[in-house]
T-cell receptor, first 113, second 113 residues
Framework: GAGVSQSPSNKVTEKGKDVELRCDPISGHTALYWYRQSLGQGLEFLIYFQGNSAPDKSGLPSDRFSAERTGGSVSTLTIQRTQQEDSAVYLC???????????FGPGTRLTVL | GQQLNQSPQSMFIQEGEDVSMNCTSSSIFNTWLWYKQDPGEGPVLLIALYKAGELTSNGRLTAQFGITRKDSFLNISASIPSDVGIYFCAGPNSGGSNYKLTFGKGTLLTVNP
């Protein structure tokens, strides 16, 4: 079946602009995660959604970052007033439940000029 | 927070050679995960370890959960060109936020044919 999909695959933007990154999880997966991967680094947890529960936003690096998950499916990560240090690959993952194997999407490579 | 120290940072080997990489932590992990990330893709789970001392194999891959619960290693035997990629160790946070994964910074493996 279809895996986790993310769009766009690449995004180049100018400093100060807002960007929206989209994640389509595997159908039926109740848990959805966003991670950030900077060059040469491991993955950094950003935010977690589980069903209708309040999301865990503890990993968001600043208030310029926000995320939504509509209808328990698609999620959008928004970065406002982008900065050069926001340049990274943003990975989305989903899992059947809170502690199951996480399946990752291919990521969105964000470049802020 | 919890941190995972992964070594070596990179490896260059000849096809057919065996490879060993490890991961250590100053704090205890109750689960160890090993992921592989191909270029332009998200990480894929290779092996999951749930019990101290556990030794698990998946084809040419073997991983062990250290008895102190503070380390794990991954071995790849008879390497082939498609083993190229970044290998990450990861583990869930302790307590109620065990859905959050902490990742090492990865080992970049290059296999020369």
């Amino acid at each position: 079946g279809a895996g986790v999909s993310q769009s766009p695959s690449n995004k180049v933007t100018e400093k100060g602009k807002d960007v929206e990154l989209r994640c389509d999880p595997i159908s039926g997966h109740t848990a959805l995660y966003w991670y950030r991967q900077s060059l040469g680094q491991g993955l950094e947890f950003l935010i977690y959604f589980q069903g209708n529960s309040a999301p865990d936003k503890s990993g968001l690096p600043s208030d310029r970052f926000s995320a939504e998950r509509t209808g328990g499916s698609v999620s959008t990560l928004t970065i406002q007033r982008t900065q050069q240090e926001d340049s990274a690959v943003y990975l989305c993952a989903s899992s059947p439940g809170p502690w199951n194997e996480q399946f990752f999407g291919p990521g969105t490579r964000l470049t802020v000029l | 927070g919890q941190q995972l120290n992964q070594s070596p940072q990179s490896m260059f080997i000849q096809e057919g050679e065996d490879v060993s990489m490890n991961c250590t932590s100053s704090s205890i992990f109750n689960t160890w995960l090993w992921y592989k990330q191909d270029p332009g893709e998200g990480p894929v789970l290779l092996i999951a370890l749930y019990k101290a001392g556990e030794l698990t194999s998946n084809g040419r891959l073997t991983a062990q959960f250290g008895i102190t619960r503070k380390d794990s290693f991954l071995n790849i035997s008879a390497s082939i060109p498609s083993d190229v990629g970044i290998y990450f160790c990861a583990g869930p946070n302790s307590g109620g936020s065990n859905y959050k994964l902490t990742f090492g910074k990865g080992t970049l493996l290059t296999v020369n044919p």
